[in-house]
């Protein structure tokens, strides 16, 4: 019994770190080229959740009825129309203040943070919102000799396989690809990134696209595992996902992924096997274990300073 709960839990686990790994890298992907915290970030994955059922209605009405058609679709055009989102924060709540004090700009992600809940609030309705199942099934594992069996669904396994592709996706693009080395050159030193030819303002702005679009991904994968989600969801799980940043050492993407395991395999854990109710202090207080014994992180690499 022990044994299928362990199972069990960590699959859980498996999952719900899948999820916190790929909001967490559109909060260390900011981090790292401009070293502030996207706090409105949480929204973005709120926000891609709402588009996920409006375009599930909108291909509904249409007619649109295959499953693999109507997931690929809501896919693309959640993650197009959140990746616009995620553009227009930089252009409006950042990129005015780059040249400010460090305060200025967390200000005023706290501020566009409000601004999108009561926007999702006044359009859409205070009151929790659902989506129908679309993936549906599962696979089971049965101990031998026994009925007992540990279930993991097909979209708890598309979750798990989208962060992993997201992942390596992007540890490709920023190690092998121009727009890689033109992002590592932006986070060394701005200034002289534009003195020899990078458009800098195109690639701070391109990774808030790529960030968005990962918590895109999340937030349509997420929709279809629970059904329900209200204008509260990106708080909550945005705070994790930057724990999770954090924890692993934020400007590391896989640094991110790794945090994102930890958490959920950690709240996983203590509520199948201790308490629920207290699952959220446990995770944080490994965080805080870890960051008196590493400061930057599992796998960040501290900080230094430029003379």
């Not at 362990?6 to 559109?26: C, K, M, P, R, T």
């Not at 709120?46 to 009405?61: G, K, N």
Request: aromatic share 10%; with cysteine; net charge neutral.
């Amino acid at each position: 019994m022990d044994l299928i709960i362990f199972v069990q839990q960590l699959i859980n686990g498996l999952v719900l770190g899948s999820i916190y790994g790929l909001i967490a890298v559109g909060y260390t992907m900011v981090y790292g080229i401009i070293g502030m915290i996207n706090f409105a970030h949480g929204e973005i994955y709120m926000i891609s959740a709402y588009l996920t059922a409006v375009f599930l209605a909108l291909l509904a009405t249409l007619g649109i009825q295959s499953v693999p058609l109507v997931l690929l679709l809501v896919l693309l055009l959640t993650t197009l129309f959140t990746a616009l989102y995620g553009w227009s924060i930089e252009r409006v709540a950042y990129r005015p203040l780059r040249s400010s004090t460090r305060l200025a700009p967390l200000i005023s992600a706290i501020g566009m943070t409000l601004v999108l809940q009561n926007y999702v609030r006044l359009g859409q309705g205070a009151k929790s919102q659902g989506v129908p199942p679309l993936i549906e099934g599962h696979f089971r594992l049965f101990l031998t000799g026994s009925d007992q069996f540990v279930q993991i669904t097909y979209i708890q396994c598309l979750i798990i396989v989208a962060a992993l592709l997201g992942m390596s996706l992007l540890t490709y693009l920023m190690q092998k690809t121009t727009l890689g080395r033109s992002c590592r050159a932006t986070q060394q030193d701005r200034i002289m990134a534009g003195l020899l030819g990078v458009n800098t303002d195109r690639i701070i702005s391109t990774v808030f696209v790529l960030g968005s679009a990962m918590a895109a991904i999340a937030g349509v994968l997420v929709s279809l595992n629970y059904g329900s989600f209200d204008f509260h969801i990106g708080f909550v799980t945005g705070i994790k996902a930057f724990t999770a940043a954090v924890l692993g050492g934020i400007g590391s993407l896989p640094g991110a992924m790794l945090g994102g395991l930890i958490l959920g395999l950690s709240e996983s854990f203590f509520s199948g096997f201790v308490n629920t109710d207290y699952k959220d202090v446990f995770a944080f207080s490994i965080l805080v274990l870890v960051l008196i014994f590493k400061p930057s992180g599992l796998l960040g690499v501290p900080e230094v300073e430029k003379v």
